[in-house]
Each structure stands twice: as structure tokens, then as C-alpha cells.
């Protein structure tokens, strides 16, 4: 089983160029084909383009639908815009969204220009050197030779124009309106010099994109793009959205796993860690260090006027009584010599005066 050189660039070319010689000779046998139905060169190259137009027409009508749909949507499009103006990511988040809610796809309408593209490169190296079609006559011109009056050129330059001015819509940026009028103008040094049988494919062309734009806005005005039925009848999802999501969504993950922690946010405690204290010491009390100061009760302060201890002395251990509150009658205690009434009176300490000492009993 032969594969496909990936890994050779030179061999990648090669294929490339075997592949593009033969669609070109395709493409000269399929002109040979109608030319020999129609009799002229001239009219074989317009029933190819319409032939090429065909062929691409499902990608076209999508386009056109793709096309519609954009236009529907402008409204909320431009509320978006409206709520979002200052949040850029978000506005890109909520558009693709809004996309993916209606089945969307923005970029539906490059699919037929890019297929376009290569056919006309094709098209343009089956005319080019192709020997019927150097001496063949159509009109009053060669078509494998330049136009001497520039009349093709006049006329593509006229019809590109008015192409694109059907295309533009009010929604279009100015800057961009004034490009894609200026392109075709920009070519005209460029495409003066080319065979008169890729006008013919160019005027043709342009042709048929002035009538599918008129039809398109034919369809804009009398037959507008249900979204709210189109959402429920389509539930296929497009792959690109989904992609361009998923996409968004990484990028968002991305972001917020790199941005700093706030400064606010305490940190969290390790797990097995006691609450309110340090690890290993019940009640959270810190463990004294070696040689330094005993701490104290936390609240407890040391009066005015106390003698503040000496380093490396013993703290005195405190009574365990209760002391009394003042204004209390615990507080005011009695001088010696008095007692309190309905009490037992004190013991006397010795002889009143006067009296002798006995000397005994006999």
C-alpha cells in the first residue's frame, strides 16, 4: 500500500505537480468536450463557468442561507455589542455563542470562493498556451491573446463594480467599502496583459454573482430567515462552533488558573491541623522558649505601681481565694478588737489590772 510522502517535502511538490497537471488536462478535455456541441471557443468557456457555478451551487446556497441568517441576526448582534463594549473576551464568548444557539457559521460564505479559487487557477492554465485556442475568433477578438481595444477589460472592471456595490451592505465598515471598490481598479495594471479567454470567464462570472446577489436580496425582503424554526428544525450542531468554543473555553481555563490569588483570601489550614492554635499543642497555647521570659495568661495586665519581677525569678504563685469586690461588706474587715454582732466575742489575751495571779489552791 503506497502512502503519502508527508515527510519528503520534494516528493510532497512533485505529487502536487502530477496532480495539478492532470486537472489541468481534465479541464482542457472537458472544453474540447463542449466545443465540440457548440462549435465556438467563446461560448465552450461561458457553458463551462455555468457549468463550474453549478457544480458549486449547494455551497452557494449555503452561503446565501449563511448570508441571511448574518442578517437576521444584527439585532442581537448589536445588543451584545452594546452590553459588552468595554469586555472584548466576553463579547467574543457570548458572539460565538449566540452563533452556535441559531446554527451560524460566520465564515459559510468563504467556502465557495475558496473552492472557486483553484477552478479558476485551472481555468486559467487550460487557456493559457493551449493551442486551439490562440487563433480561435470570437466576437472581434483572440481568445488565447489580449483584447488590442481593452473593451473586455472595460466591461469586467464595470461589472466587478457593480457586483460589488450589490454585496456591501449598510452594516459594512466604511474603510472596507472603499477597499473592495479600489481592488478592481488596483487590477486593472495587472490583468490588462492576460489571454481574452479569462475575461470571458471573469465577465461571465461576475454575471452570475450580480444576479445571485439580487436574488438574495429578493429573498431578504419577502422571504427573511426564521431563526426560532430553523433552531428547532436543525439540531446537527456545527463542528467549527463547537470548535471555536471549546477553544474559548481552554483559553478561559488557561487565564484563570494562571492570575494571581487575591491578596484578601486568607490562606486555607493544612489538613490534620488543630484549629485556632498551633499543631500539637492543645487549646492553641505557643510553647515558651528556652531562657526567655515566662508569658502570662493572654488578656491578663499587670497593674499600676507593681514591682516588675527580676529576670530569672520564680513567678509567685497566686492565691486560689476569691478577692472580694469592692463596696462589698467581705471587703471592709473589722479592726482588731471588734467582732461582729450576734458573733462570739474574742478570747482575752491576759489579767485585767489589779488583779493577782492566785497562788493556788491547798
Known sequence: MNHFPFDDPLAVLITAANFFDQARELMRDLLSWIHSGVGSWGIA????TIIVRIVIFPLTWKQIRSQLAMQSLQPKLKELQQKYRGDKQKLQQKTMELYQQYRVNPFA????????????????YAIRNFGP????????????????????????????????ELMLTPETPPQ???????MP???????????????????????WTIGQTLVIRYLREHRPVD?????????????????MATA?????EQQGGTSARPSGNRPQPKKGARPGGQQGRPGGKPRPKQGGKPQGKQGERRPAGA???KPGAKPQPKSTKPQPKPGTKQATRPPAGQHKPGGQAPRPSGRPKGVSRPSGDV
Open 45 to 48: 468557456i461561458i457553458l463551462l
Open 109 to 124: 460564505s468563504c467556502l465557495p470562493l475558496l473552492l472557486q479559487l483553484p477552478i479558476f487557477i485551472l481555468l486559467y
Open 133 to 164: 485556442l490562440e487563433d480561435a475568433k470570437f466576437l472581434w477578438f483572440a481568445l488565447g491573446k489580449q483584447d488590442p481595444y481593452y473593451v473586455l477589460l472595460i466591461i469586467y472592471v464595470a461589472s466587478q463594480l457593480v457586483a460589488t
Open 176 to 182: 472596507q467599502k472603499w477597499m473592495m471598490r479600489a
Open 185 to 207: 481598479l488596483f487590477f486593472v495594471f495587472i490583468l490588462r496583459s492576460f489571454p481574452s479567454g479569462l475575461f470571458v470567464y471573469w465577465i461571465t462570472t461576475n454575471l
Open 227 to 243: 431563526l426560532e424554526a430553523r433552531e428547532v428544525s436543525r439540531r446537527k450542531k456545527s463542528r467549527f462552533l463547537e470548535a
Open 248 to 252: 474559548q473555553a481552554r483559553r478561559e
Open 307 to 309: 514591682p516588675q519581677a
